[in-house]
């Protein structure tokens, strides 16, 4: 940061240089206050005219004397104004004492996708810091600059526009492009504010955007029209073109960009179940988009468990500007329980951050439910526990069990350590008590996942009675529905990602009884907003509701997990339906350790208050205990600076703690944008996008002083006064300050 | 200098004379304006006629006149009495008074120290000088706030060396009274005579003026030479300082420059209005500044005040 004092709070651009001739304004005090006490002694005999003309003109001097003395400090303060260069509070006052200053606001593009090195060699970051460099050097020391890095979240590089300089000069020169992604209207934003705030101090503003004009940089994720796209960012980006136009400010684009820019890269990688088992296959799904004119036939996907090959996975043709997603299995690879790294790789291209893709992974031997049931049937009677079906479900009686559950009753669950488990089950129980509901509570903040039933045994409205955002639904008096008339699922209301694999084996003729579900009982469920429906009743009434709440999910049915209600545990759907809606509520496996670039790392902190990490290129990073605030309670955090640097983290002895990957699905899109599409992107004349230029402009004639003329006019204002005052003071003695102290007849 | 000297040392009276003054001031008559009335022949017309060896005028001869007077060639050639006028040329009575206050020890910047009362007493001594050089009787009065020491006039060959040595021997340590002084002298002289005033007249005006009329009653002639310090006409001062009074008790703190323009105001206003006062009462008043030399200050008033009288 070239000038960290607030120039907003003095408006000058040496704030410092300012305070430190603003503080010797004291000067003249001083000497006053010391001529008070300095003075030779001199007999007179012409004593009573003296007196008498002090008597008469003991008021003046003193007037005079006060009003010399704020003569003398405004002189200084005027010197002090001008050497330090005063910037006027308004274009008109800019325009009356000289030609005012011009303020460009650099917008430019330090995104990862500035770093793609194309044949020619020259990267468009590269390119646009030379241009940038160039064209600080012409400037002849006058205008004005601020420059807004356009990285997600990387922040102004000069938040106060400052002169130009060869400062200024040497902090281009010292830009690197970030592994950040783009955030470009948030950018223009922040130079529409500038320019807004600037607008009466400085006589013109203009906006620079340097920019590679990419398809990505409009937010369109394949592709290179982002008109053609309707989540694409153009109309964001307009709102911000437009703010900078009407703070008055001229816009223009500079494109730096490879009109034939090819990018292959992995913009998506994440297991297809949430939890990795050992011994167990891994299920991955995996994107890559192919970002160039032409399409890309097999294109190898290596993949990498803990540094060792896992497999490979070759895709088929990948069309141009498209994206192309699989899912891909890994058979075994995992032996033991604990952290993992896993690591897409492909050819590295023109842009290789993007080539490869890595996940931190935590491997579990089963993922463990805690079933508390509040009707645990009597086994001697033949009589089953309301959780039977659903803890035959989760474990069957074959080898290799994903699950593995232990059911206890309501009595035993304050004495059980929720930490060890993934999934608690509750079952026809009472709401537990204030501190049940605590734990739940923690539990569910965690990252775990919270299932309710309801059941004959208990009102299901008492849990409506719970305070707190915990139950993402509210539940209604139980229901009956006629014997003849069972309430029934509605297949293809409910959530098609649950329902899908069910309808097409139904429509493969394979019997799954989904649409022989008969529903007797049930507790209407009354969904809070933002909760998601995934299973339906006939006449929209839900039956399964799922709501996040902090880390974990809150899962509620309207019916029993058993026959009592409902025929659903009997139909051959419920066994794969009950994986499907585990696998959509449980947390995935580490996600909090999959970082995008800028994102810090969190993480509870085990008896420890500090965790240094090593990361790609040697890059130590230390996680230090910092108190989080957040709407529930504060607690202690070991919390990492933002992660910059693409790559996996480990401990010192190799166990991986976090994966840091850049925002390749939002950024990765290197298709250029023509002039004239982007012109329309930004909602500008085609003549504002300047393509491939040689130089950035410099307006010569315009560039004057920092201040204009106005640093001088208060340097020579503030000589002038000094000149005068000391002429004056030779000339007429009236004009002179005088000090006066008590004596036997003042 | 022989003032702050112990009247007991020795006195140089020539000190008081330089050569250059005395020959200058010999060269020039001093005349008074008035017509003074004397007993020895000299250069001041009598006002009375009769008696005096210069011819003035006949007049008939009537009862009671002295035939002595009668002119007999006159009456040879017109067989007429006429008595012979004659017009008689009587000596000056000078009087200088001089101000010994504290106020006249300012000695101003000068190197080696150059009172007041030092110009005062050399502007008495050249003027006493020239008078009993011319036959004239002198006299001194010296003065603070009341007369110390008084001489009467007389043109006795040892009156100038008193004089001198009274000069020499009063230091004047109090405040000024002029006008009580004046009063008293105008009681003393009881001969109408030439009263030579040389102090700085840094008394209260009125009392001043009131002081001169009494002289100007009594039918005195007076002349006033005020004897300023060059730094009291032109306060030339430009660093704080604290003057303190000579005569009264007070200080005073200022930064120069910022009152002169008062000061000189003050101190203008108070010389003129003595000045028109005399000027009103026939009396020359004349500013000598201690800075210039008194064989230059003293031939100029002199010469001017013949031109007047002639």
Redesign the interface.
């Given at each position: 940061m070239l000038e960290s004092f607030p120039v907003a709070v003095l408006p000058f651009v040496s704030p410092w240089l300012f305070a430190a001739g603003a503080a010797s304004i004291s000067i003249p005090v001083i000497i006053h206050l010391l001529n008070r006490r300095r003075f030779k002694q001199k007999p007179w005999a012409a004593m009573q005219f003296l007196i008498a003309a002090y008597r008469r003109n003991v008021r003046r001097l003193k007037l005079q004397r006060l009003l010399l003395l704020l003569l003398r400090c405004l002189a200084l303060l005027l010197l002090a104004a001008g050497i330090a260069q005063f910037i006027p509070f308004s274009r008109g006052l800019a325009a009356l004492m000289g030609n005012g200053s011009r303020l460009t606001i650099v917008v430019w593009n330090n995104a990862y996708p500035m770093g793609y090195v194309p044949a020619s060699g020259e990267s468009p970051f590269r390119r646009s810091r030379r241009l940038l460099k160039s064209w600080s050097e012409q400037l002849n020391g006058g205008q004005w600059v601020a420059i807004i890095g356009a990285a997600q979240g990387s922040g102004p590089l000069l938040e106060k526009p400052v002169p130009t300089s060869p400062s200024v000069t040497h902090l281009i020169a010292g830009q690197k492009v970030t592994q950040r992604g783009l955030s470009m209207a948030p950018a223009l934003a922040k130079a529409a504010s500038l320019a807004s705030t600037w607008r009466k101090r400085a006589s013109s503003v203009r906006v620079w955007l340097v920019s590679d004009d990419t398809a990505s940089d409009f937010g369109c994720r394949t592709g290179y029209d982002p008109l053609a796209h309707p989540s694409a960012d153009v109309p964001a980006v307009r709102r911000a073109v437009q703010a900078i136009k009407h703070a008055g400010a001229t816009f223009r684009v500079f494109d730096v960009g490879c009109p034939d820019a090819a990018n292959m890269a992995i913009t998506h990688l994440q297991f297809s179940r949430p939890a990795v088992l050992t011994g167990h296959d891994i299920h991955v799904r995996l994107t890559l988009l192919n970002s160039s004119r032409q399409a890309e036939p097999n294109v190898s996907v290596h993949f990498f468990i803990d540094g060792v090959s896992a497999g490979q996975q070759t895709f088929g043709v990948i069309r141009s500007d498209e994206s192309m997603t699989s899912n891909v299995l890994l058979p075994n690879p995992i032996h033991m329980a604990g952290w993992h790294q896993l690591t897409a790789r492909i050819a590295i291209d023109g842009l290789p951050i993007d080539n490869d893709r890595s996940l931190v992974f935590k491997a579990e031997r089963a993922i463990k439910v805690l079933m508390v049931d509040g009707r645990p049937g009597d086994p001697s009677q033949g009589v089953l526990a309301s959780t039977a079906w659903l803890e035959a479900a989760l474990a069957p009686a074959v080898q290799g069990n994903r699950f593995n559950p232990q059911r206890i009753e309501m009595t035993e669950l304050p004495e059980v350590n929720l930490r060890h488990y993934a999934a608690v089950v509750l079952s026809d129980v009472d709401p537990p008590n204030a501190s049940g509901l605590r734990r739940l509570t923690a539990f569910v903040r965690r990252g775990g996942t919270l299932m309710i039933y309801p059941g004959g045994e208990v009102n299901p409205s008492a849990w409506s009675q719970l305070g707190g955002n915990l139950l993402p639904a509210r539940f209604g008096p139980r229901v009956h529905t006629p014997p003849r008339r069972p309430q029934t699922l509605d297949v293809v209301r409910s959530a098609r990602a649950i329902m899908a694999p069910f309808i097409a084996a139904q429509g493969q003729g394979i019997h799954t009884g989904i649409y022989h579900i008969a529903i007797g009982q049930y507790a209407p469920l009354f969904p809070r907003p933002h909760a998601d429906v995934l299973l339906t009743m006939r006449g929209g009434i839900p039956l399964l509701v799922v709501g996040n709440f902090g880390m974990g999910k809150v899962a509620m049915w309207g019916t029993t997990c058993d026959t009592q209600w409902t025929n659903l545990p009997a139909q051959p759907s419920f066994l794969p339906l009950i994986y499907r809606v585990f696998d959509g509520v449980l947390t995935p496996s580490g996600q909090q350790r999959n970082l995008l670039v800028g994102q810090r790392l969190m993480l509870r902190p085990h008896g420890q208050a500090s965790l240094p990490l090593l990361g790609p290129h040697e890059r130590q990073v230390l996680l230090k205990e910092q108190l989080v605030k957040t709407r529930h309670a504060p607690h202690i955090q070991l919390t990492s600076p933002t992660m910059e640097l693409a790559g996996v983290y480990k401990t010192a002895s190799g166990t991986p703690i976090a994966a840091v990957n850049v925002d390749a699905a939002g950024n990765s899109n290197l298709a250029h944008v023509p002039a004239a599409l982007a012109a329309s992107c930004f909602g500008v004349p085609p003549d504002r996008i300047i393509s491939e230029p040689v130089q950035l402009q410099a307006n010569r004639k315009t560039a004057t002083g920092p201040a204009g003329n106005v640093g001088w006019l208060m340097l020579l204002l503030g000589l002038l006064i000094l000149a005068t005052e000391a002429l004056s003071a030779r000339a007429f003695s009236r004009y002179r300050l005088s000090t006066q102290t008590a004596g036997a007849h003042a | 200098m022989a003032a702050g000297k112990s009247p007991t040392e020795a006195v140089n009276y020539r000190q008081y004379l330089d050569p250059k003054v005395l020959a200058k001031i010999g060269a020039l008559d001093i005349r008074a304006r008035l017509i003074m009335e004397g007993f020895i022949s000299g250069m001041h017309r009598s006002p009375y006629k009769g008696f005096s060896i210069e011819f003035a005028q006949h007049r008939p001869y009537t009862s009671g006149d002295d035939i002595k007077f009668i002119d007999w060639k006159v009456f040879g050639r017109t067989d007429r009495h006429y008595i012979k006028q004659y017009e008689e040329e009587t000596n000056l009575q000078v009087m200088l008074v001089v101000d010994a206050s504290?106020?006249?020890?300012?000695s101003g910047r000068s190197d080696p120290p150059w009172r007041?009362y030092d110009h005062a007493i050399s502007i008495a001594a050249s003027l006493a000088y020239a008078a009993l050089q011319q036959r004239d009787s002198a006299g001194l009065a010296v003065y603070d706030s009341r007369i110390r020491r008084i001489i009467r006039p007389s043109n006795n060959s040892r009156q100038w060396r008193i004089m001198i040595e009274e000069l020499s021997a009063t230091v004047g340590e109090q405040k000024t009274d002029i006008g009580m002084v004046l009063d008293q002298i105008a009681e003393e002289i009881k001969h109408r005579s030439l009263v030579i005033l040389i102090s700085?007249l840094?008394d209260d005006a009125d009392r001043l003026i009131k002081g001169v009329r009494h002289l100007r009653y009594r039918r005195h002639d007076l002349i006033c030479l005020q004897v300023l310090?060059h730094d009291?006409l032109d306060f030339p001062?430009n660093?704080?300082?604290?003057?303190?009074?000579?005569?009264?008790?007070?200080?005073?703190?200022?930064?120069?420059?910022?009152?002169?323009?008062?000061?000189l105001?003050?101190?203008t206003e108070?010389n003129n209005r003595i000045r028109d006062a005399c000027h009103q009462l026939r009396v020359d008043c004349i500013q000598i500044d201690t800075s210039v030399p008194l064989d230059v200050s003293l031939p100029n008033f002199l010469a001017s005040r013949a031109t007047r009288m002639s």
């Open positions: - | 504290a106020s006249m020890a300012y007041k700085d840094f310090d009291e001062f660093q704080t300082t604290m003057f303190k009074g000579l005569e009264e008790a007070s200080e005073l703190v200022v930064e120069p420059q910022a009152l002169r323009e008062a000061y105001k003050e101190i108070h």
